[in-house]
């Protein structure tokens, strides 16, 4: 049985089709502790960083192991000469100095992974902010840097507390394939603390030239500004999101809006060109859209090629003395004439923080993040038939406020605490407390789309793009998982839909019965030519793969 995670609406009973509803396959990756170490270690996305899962369902992530950070990427199928599972990139690249603390937290769809190397760990068991370098190391050996990898500086050298820089790696996206990343670096100025320093964002190109070209998003508006996430609108054009500080004395170096309210950091969007350098645009969302608050304070994590900007936000409290300081997801979407959504409010009620990490480019493009509060992840999904976006709490057990069943079928015990990333296929990867007998700790996940299997391109319907990737694997043989918690029979290769380790007439079959929105409820095999025109019309592809069906039966 494939394990199916149920997801539970805020707003039940009366949440739409049952089979409108999104479910997912469970994967674990493996404990995030390893080896001696002791210590508790839990991801934080401000520090350690995030996780990020590309196009191909690839995952970077980090490992605490023997009080060491340890850098990973998880391969779902046999890539760059790899095979499928877990891989540390201290063993991929030996010759490369990671030193004793290093991250993982992005990759790209050509295998470019960036992250943190030669940091510092402090008396908890995070890496330091202000210590150590961006790097950014390259899984296929395309672009013939020495040892596969290279680091970036950050505009000065030495440590925190001397004045000096660092930088770290934040995301990565191709252009063609030749990678474009942005970092986060820091930059001669006051220590604000004791580890860490003034800092801005960064974007790098020319990756593939001896010296990349670094530069720095300041200069656009805000005296620093900071970017999370990048995307390609086009070859040489960029969108990223981030923030803005209008302060960088307050609120400044990872002090997290979650528990502090007056700070002067503002969800923004940047826009960059190819050049020598770069040309880069910015502003504050308030810039762009009457919708969005002249005085919303926050943070812009996610971006899609299009521009639409994801992230957390809020209002200053009243009275400016209160301690409450809500929390709440946010969308901003250039495409809708700037509107501005509070993402928290489709979740059925106003309880609790939300914050979104990430979106994808998906025709039915979905959101990603957690509740802070309540500590589990959540889910948005674009539904054009109900007008926006509809918000679920990813549950793994009965909630006493959110009731959500699981069939965690063979990979029971799981607690999900956070959801970093989503691909445009559905994937989603992120954290959680997983129980394996008497013992708990966090495990790392992806989580696979199952709701509608024929629907492979995950764009709400089964129709031509999808029949097109199951041919493209017709006969091919598939296999089937060999272990619990492992990638679902139908991602082993897409379109092996009734999972039996081959794609053929039968999948097909599968596929054609399903045709249409993916509430379809599926009509069975196709009887004669006539039900073939009852069915498909003159949607020609569909017409000749339903009649050939036909023909091959009689």
Avoid at 122 to 145: E, K, N, V
Avoid at 397 to 408: L, N, R, S
Avoid at 409 to 431: H, K
């Amino acid at each position: 049985m494939v394990p199916v995670l149920a997801l539970s609406r805020a707003d039940e009973p009366d949440c739409g089709p049952a089979c409108d509803r999104p479910g997912y396959a469970i994967v674990d990756l493996g404990p995030l502790n390893g080896g001696t170490n002791v210590e508790l270690f839990q991801p934080n996305a401000e520090l350690t960083g995030r996780f990020g899962i590309n196009a191909h369902g690839q995952v970077a992530f980090t490992r605490r192991i023997d009080e060491a950070h340890r850098p990973y990427v998880w391969l779902p199928r046999p890539a760059y000469g790899l095979s499928a599972g877990v891989h540390a990139l201290v063993d991929l690249f030996p010759q490369f100095d990671f030193g004793d603390h290093a991250s993982a937290v992005d990759i790209s769809d050509n295998g470019f992974v960036v992250g943190q190397c030669r940091a510092g760990s402090g008396t908890g068991p995070y890496i330091i902010r202000g210590q150590g370098r961006a790097y950014i190391a390259d899984l296929s050996g395309s672009m013939g840097w020495t040892d596969n990898a290279r680091v970036i500086d950050g505009l000065s050298s030495g440590a925190c507390e001397e004045g000096g820089g660092w930088s770290r790696g934040v995301a990565v996206v191709d252009d063609g394939s030749v990678p474009v990343m942005v970092m986060e670096a820091g930059r001669l100025g006051q220590c604000l603390s004791e580890d860490v320093c003034f800092s801005s964002g960064h974007l790098v190109t020319d990756l593939d030239q001896s010296t990349p070209t670094v530069t720095a998003l300041t200069g656009t508006g805000f005296p620093s500004e900071f970017a999370f996430d990048i995307d390609r609108a086009a070859a040489g054009e960029y969108e990223l999101a981030g923030r803005g500080d209008r302060d960088p004395r307050v609120g400044h170096c990872g002090v997290t809006i979650t528990y502090y309210c007056e700070v002067e950091d503002v969800p923004a969007r940047f826009s960059a060109a190819a050049g020598s350098p770069p040309s880069i645009s910015a502003g504050a969302l308030a810039d762009f859209g009457d919708d969005v608050p002249e005085d919303l304070r926050g943070f812009g994590r996610g971006v899609d090629r299009g521009g639409t900007v994801v992230g957390y936000g809020t209002l200053p409290p009243d009275p400016p003395s209160s301690p409450d300081c809500d929390l709440n997801a946010l969308l901003w979407d250039p495409a809708d004439n700037g509107a501005y959504t509070n993402l928290h409010l489709v979740l059925g009620d106003c309880a609790g923080f939300s914050r979104a990490e990430s979106i994808n480019s998906a025709p039915r493009r979905r959101i990603v993040g957690w509740d802070p509060l309540r500590q589990h992840p959540l889910l948005w999904v674009e539904h054009e038939t109900l007008d926006g976006w509809q918000g679920y709490r990813l549950q793994v057990d009965t909630h006493p406020v959110y009731p959500g069943i699981v069939d965690a079928g063979t990979c029971p015990g799981w607690t999900l605490r956070e959801a970093y990333d989503v691909n445009d296929a559905g994937w989603i990867t992120g954290w959680g407390i997983r129980t394996i007998g008497e013992v708990s700790q966090p495990h790392a996940f992806v989580l696979v789309p199952t709701s509608c299997p024929a629907d492979l391109d995950q764009d709400g319907e089964v129709d031509f793009p999808d029949l097109l990737i199951l041919l493209s694997y017709f006969d091919a043989s598939c296999g089937t998982p060999t272990g619990p918690c492992e990638l679902p029979w139908m991602e082993l290769c897409p379109g092996d839909l009734d999972g039996n380790g081959v794609v053929e007439f039968p999948d097909l079959l599968f596929l054609l019965s399903y045709w249409g929105p993916c509430c379809n409820p599926g009509q069975g095999t196709p009887q004669d030519v006539q039900d073939c025109f009852t069915r498909f019309g003159w949607d020609i592809n569909a017409l000749l793969a339903c009649l050939e069906l036909v023909a091959g039966n009689q």
